[in-house]
T-cell receptor, first 107, second 115 residues
Framework: AQRVTQPEKLLSVFKGAPVELKCNYS??????LFWYVQYSRQRLQLLLRHISRESIKGFTADLNKGETSFHLKKPFAQEEDSAMYYCAPHNDYKLSFGAGTTVTVRA | DAEITQSPRHKITETGRQVTLACHQT?????MFWYRQDLGHGLRLIHY???????NKGEVSDGYSVSRSNTEDLPLTLESAASSQTSVYFCASSELAGTNTGELFFGEGSRLTVL
């Protein structure tokens, strides 16, 4: 069965500390992978996609096909990074979402 | 500016009543989706559509229906509301094909409470 797992429901880090959000997927074929973010009182929005290999707001994500993982990382967390983050494989023109990780960055 | 809007933003209803949540997008996207967001479950796909007159069931479609009579709208209907359907509902749209099909544009959400 196709599945995406985000093992951490909550993640609390201090400002300036590194943050890593884990995502593991179990999908047939080679799905595209995305990270979506929902800031407080804002809409869900795309953060980054693996195919573009970009760094957005200091975040990067490496697709590891061997481990079927797509972890999101930022070396120095900022308070404005506090949000809910969703890992989302894309297949057949639709996205499936993980359960999400709530990140709190403390001053 | 193109956008996607949902209405109502908040609704309280009683068990057994029929409820319809509206979703309207001006992106001219062919793909439209309905998700529900619940603590511990993240976002789960209810129904989706790839174009006019096309509708498909998602992973949690029981008790819900959609119709697609034009490009802009995908209303979600709860035939007989149940307390288990208390949730926040998100509508989203995306392009039909090309490199940007993974980017969903989301509405602001509709919070439904079933008493």
């Amino acid at each position: 069965a196709q599945r995406v797992t985000q093992p951490e429901k909550l993640l609390s880090v201090f400002k300036g500390a590194p943050v890593e959000l884990k995502c593991n997927y179990s999908y047939s074929g080679s799905p595209e992978l995305f990270w979506y973010v929902q800031y407080s009182r804002q809409r869900l929005q795309l953060l980054l996609r693996h195919i573009s290999r970009e760094s957005i707001k200091g975040f990067t994500a490496d697709l590891n096909k061997g481990e079927t993982s797509f972890h999101l990382k930022k070396p120095f967390a900022q308070e404005e990074d506090s949000a809910m983050y969703y890992c989302a494989p894309h297949n057949d023109y639709k996205l499936s979402f993980g359960a999400g990780t709530t990140v709190t960055v403390r001053a | 500016d193109a956008e996607i809007t949902q209405s109502p933003r908040h609704k309280i209803t009683e068990t057994g009543r029929q409820v319809t949540l509206a979703c309207h997008q001006t992106w001219n996207h062919n793909n439209m989706f309905w998700y529900r967001q619940d603590l511990g479950h993240g976002l789960r796909l209810i129904h989706y559509s790839y174009g006019v007159q096309d509708t498909n069931k998602g992973e949690v479609s029981d008790g819900y229906s959609v119709s697609r009579s034009n490009t802009e709208d995908l209303p979600l209907t709860l035939e007989s509301a149940a307390s288990s359907q208390t949730s926040v509902y998100f509508c989203a749209s995306s392009e039909l094909a090309g490199t940007n099909t993974g980017e969903l544009f989301f509405g602001e959400g509709s919070r439904l409470t079933v008493l």
